[in-house]
């Protein structure tokens, strides 16, 4: 499902400082890293280094790749995660009520998320 539809009522809970604490206590990885599956991987592995970077306008997630490599995603109150640089969009899958998969091209993130259906969203 894309990002601007059916995930309205995501809230990452890096926004709220909680992804940190599950990242550090090994919840969603290990050491501080979530799983990711890069360059088309078929399983997730714990790899992926998560950066918060605070703007003026809201706050980035930066993955970085343990090649070298990085992307970046902008958090959208109320919609969840857009890529942030590059022509490429980003398509959210939602897994439970409290894990998302964000893929961009043939990179996959799994991130841990607080997904409100689209009534409860309105509401909020």
Request: charged fraction near 25%; aromatic fraction near 4%.
């Amino acid at each position: 499902m894309r990002i601007s539809s059916a995930i309205l009522g995501c809230t990452l809970l890096a926004a709220c400082g909680s992804m940190g604490d599950d990242a550090q206590t090994g919840a969603n990885g290990e050491n501080g890293k979530l799983d990711c599956a890069l360059a088309g991987a078929a399983d997730f592995k714990p790899v992926c280094q998560v950066e918060r970077v605070y703007k003026s306008d809201g706050m980035e997630l930066i993955f970085r790749h343990p090649g070298g490599g990085f992307r970046r995603f902008a958090i959208v109150p109320g919609k969840g995660v857009e890529v942030a640089d590059g022509s490429e969009t980003a398509t959210v899958t939602t897994l439970s009520s409290n894990q998302i998969e964000v893929r961009v091209a043939d990179d996959r993130y799994l991130l841990p998320a607080t997904v409100k259906a689209a009534d409860d969203a309105l509401q909020a």
